[in-house]
């Protein structure tokens, strides 16, 4: 355990137990559903019916409770107090979870019943203990009935949290795990060192596995519902103080996350989570929402994730989007809503409407509870299209032929809860906006002097997005027919799993028959590849076609002679030891379970598991990479990575405003659907949109008609550029 500063905050937590505990039976009626029942039943008949809950909200004005002070087991009273939010004074805000239980626990609120929900009423029960007397909650100062003034409140709920003097975020009750988790971040805040962060020895492998109970006690924390909600992010990034409740635990949220970006630059977080005793569900489940939910809450909220090369989170919609795809959300339009007064183009956004001909009008994208979700999420499209005057965001849309989304293609379903990765989206920019071209990521390469030269720029200039929107939810676009799909690999690469067995376990054999299956399809998706592979040589970037595939598959961030397997044969080969390792696992753990353990035993079992872990750490890439995609080989001998929905014959084209391909699929006589976007190795913006290159003599003037512009390259020497014809 962490010692420094651990006895004051013990000492601390007893005098707060002391004074701001709550009754253990304030909390065991309300889960009792009779109980709570006669007493709606019975407030309900001793009070006047004739008292209005609330009135509505004039321009600019909110609602805040009053909470009258009161016993444990008393019923909570409150009065609501309407206040001008330029000048509300000072006041506290909440941010928990609603749940999924209906209202079912009787409060008063104007001398009048109304039903709130089990974790909302545990919250106000502690803040009332806490002498917490104005507080705005938005289940009961927004009237949730009337949709007009809720998107009014919605629109403004980044001002009412920033105005806040302090937000209470209620994480829930506390038990043995959460007491012990608070102790251990606690002590683990004594070693913030110059730069706000724990050094990493903190998080080395001794200190992982030499302390479960430690790691499993905050993992319980971190899987809490709060973290996985979208509202949180809104709640969380506005205040100007955040304090995180848990039962009679409290902790400043800036101080929170500052240990959580601490285990994200040590590479710990999904280490950390893993001791979760849920650590085993399927992907896309909570545990996978809350750890996204974290890495983007400290991007978003220290903007600086790059320290070397000071790159700043750009707080736009689509950003904001990107980063909140795994989040929660009850009702499918807060996806949107939920983040939308974050974004710094918030007050801009907007689209044209297309239905009056030449007398078009802008129209503002707003809040608004009347629309459905497809309304939302095409009018969401169509605004970050017209105001970034860039289609990157036609990268987070992806066909889905079992789906019944009544999406056009060229729209992302903000709502699904398994979305797919999009590789290259840059939510940061350079601290020097002049820096960055228009609607191009200043990061699309690693290569930095690529950027710097003057052709990248020109190019950038005379490549600017051509689009406008059409009747019929359609989007017209110009780009060029780069490609065509001529292969694909018969498999999909299956969806992440696990890979790491825990020897803890109770029983850790009960995860081998998955991996297996997990293994053996990987395998049948690589015997594809290497397939495929064989037959794109030369390939156009001249590369041998083991690099190449390696690349593809790694997504080139990994140095070529770095865990790399030497040849297609020890690519398959690895794979197929790696099943046998995992047999020869099972049956040295099935062996230390069936008897008392003994050193040999516990020495056999350590190195089946090194020796399995050794064969499969290079999967780490791939899974990243590649869950559910196919692998594509194309015409011009190019190998990549499509969509699961992809089919030979799909069109790879390359779209002015898009730096990544995008598959098309004609449906028509110039109508197409989008697929969604590939990956192809030695496939670059630039060098595709270019039909012509030459290098001028020094006064040479060519005809204006021959190139689309004249520029230099980094040398100094004049070049003249000639790009290809678009199509529409």
């Keep these: 355990m962490f010692h420094d500063g651990r006895r004051g905050w013990q000492k601390a937590r007893r005098r707060m137990a002391h004074k701001f505990g709550v009754n253990i039976l304030a909390k065991l009626w309300v889960r009792s559903k009779r109980l709570r029942e006669l007493r709606t039943s019975y407030l309900r008949r001793t009070l006047p019916s004739t008292s209005r809950k609330c009135r509505p909200l004039r321009e600019g004005e909110i609602r805040l409770l009053q909470i009258k002070p009161g ?93 806040a003097a302090i937000v209470h975020i209620w994480l829930g009750e506390s038990n043995e795990l959460s007491e012990r988790a608070f102790d251990e971040l606690h002590g683990l805040s004594e070693h913030l060192d110059y730069d706000a962060a724990v050094p990493s020895r903190f998080f080395d492998e001794v200190a ?9 006690a905050i993992s319980e924390i971190l899987y809490r519902p709060w973290f996985r909600r979208v509202w949180v992010i809104q709640e969380a990034l506005s205040a100007r103080r955040a304090m995180m409740v848990c039962g009679k635990d409290i902790i400043d949220l800036d101080l929170f996350l500052r240990l959580i970006n601490s285990m994200i630059k040590a590479g710990v977080l999904d280490m950390v989570m893993s001791y979760h005793p849920q650590r085993h569900e399927l992907p896309g489940g909570p545990i996978r929402t809350a750890i996204k939910q974290l890495e983007f809450l400290v991007k978003a909220k220290f903007e600086v994730t790059n320290f070397l090369t000071a790159h700043k989170f750009k707080p736009t919609l689509l950003n904001y989007l990107a980063g909140t795809r795994w989040a929660e959300a009850t009702n499918p339009l807060d996806k949107v809503y939920g983040i939308l007064s974050l974004a710094d183009d918030a007050r801009t956004l907007g689209s044209w ?101 003057p052709i990248y720029h020109d190019i950038t200039l005379h490549c600017s997005p051509e689009f406008y929107l059409g009747k019929a939810n359609t989007l017209n676009v110009k780009g060029i027919h780069f490609d065509t799909i001529t292969a694909l690999s018969t498999n999909v690469y299956p969806r992440e799993h696990a890979h790491g067995i825990d020897p803890q376990s109770k029983d850790p054999t009960e995860l081998f028959e998955p991996m297996q299956q997990h293994l053996r399809i990987i395998t049948q998706w690589i015997d594809d590849c290497v397939q495929l592979a064989r037959r794109c040589s030369p390939y156009p970037t001249r590369q041998s076609p083991l690099s190449s595939l390696w690349r593809t598959l790694s997504g080139g961030v990994t140095p070529e002679n770095s ?56 999967l780490s890439e791939c899974n990243s990479r590649c869950h559910s995609r196919k692998f594509a080989i194309t015409r ?63 006064r040479e003037n060519p005809p204006e008609e021959r190139f689309d512009f004249v520029t230099w390259d980094k040398f100094g020497g004049n070049v003249g550029v000639r790009l290809k014809k678009l199509r529409s």
């Design 208 to 216: 992982m596995n030499g302390h479960h109970q430690r790691w499993r």
């Design 353 to 453: 409407d297309v239905g009056l001909g030449k007398n078009r009008r802008w129209l503002p994208f707003k809040v608004d509870y009347n629309l459905s979700k497809e309304e939302v999420f095409i009018n969401a499209t169509k605004a970050i299209l017209c105001t970034t005057r860039s289609l990157d965001v036609l990268r987070f849309a992806r066909y889905d032929p079992d789906s019944a989304n009544g999406l056009p293609s060229w729209v992302a379903d903000w709502a699904n809860k398994t979305p797919h990765r999009v590789f290259g989206h840059m939510s940061v920019c350079p601290t020097y906006e002049d820096k960055k071209p228009s609607w191009r990521s200043y990061l699309a390469t690693s290569d930095q002097s690529y950027i710097r030269d």
């Design 636 to 698: 011009k001998k190019y190998m990549g990575l499509v969509p699961d929905g992809a089919i030979v014959g799909d069109f790879i084209c390359i779209m002015y405003g898009c730096e990544m391909p995008l598959i098309l699929r004609k449906c028509g006589r110039n109508s197409f659907r989008l697929i969604g976007y590939g990956e192809f190795e030695g496939l670059v913006f630039d060098d595709a949109v270019v039909e012509e290159k030459v290098v001028l003599k020094r």
């Design 71 to 163: 016993y444990t087991l008393s019923t909570i009273e409150c009065d609501f107090v309407y206040v001008d939010l330029q000048s509300a004074g000072d006041y506290a805000a909440l941010s928990y979870t609603w749940g999924i239980c209906d209202p079912s626990i009787p409060i008063l609120v104007n001398k009048r019943v109304s039903l709130i929900t089990e974790n909302l009423y545990l919250a106000l029960i502690h803040l009332r203990q806490r002498e917490v007397t104005m507080l705005w909650v938005d289940a009961l100062c927004i009237n949730q009935d009337d949709l007009a003034e809720r998107a009014r409140q919605v629109a403004q709920m980044k001002e009412v949290y920033c105005r």
């Design 563 to 618: 865990l790399m397997p030497q040849g297609f044969e020890a690519l398959l080969s690895n794979l197929s030891k790696a099943e046998s390792a995992l047999g020869a696992l099972k049956t040295q753990l099935s062996s230390v379970q069936s008897k008392w353990p003994d050193a040999l035993s516990e020495i056999a079992a350590s190195a089946a598991l090194s020796h399995f872990e050794s064969l499969v750490s290079w």
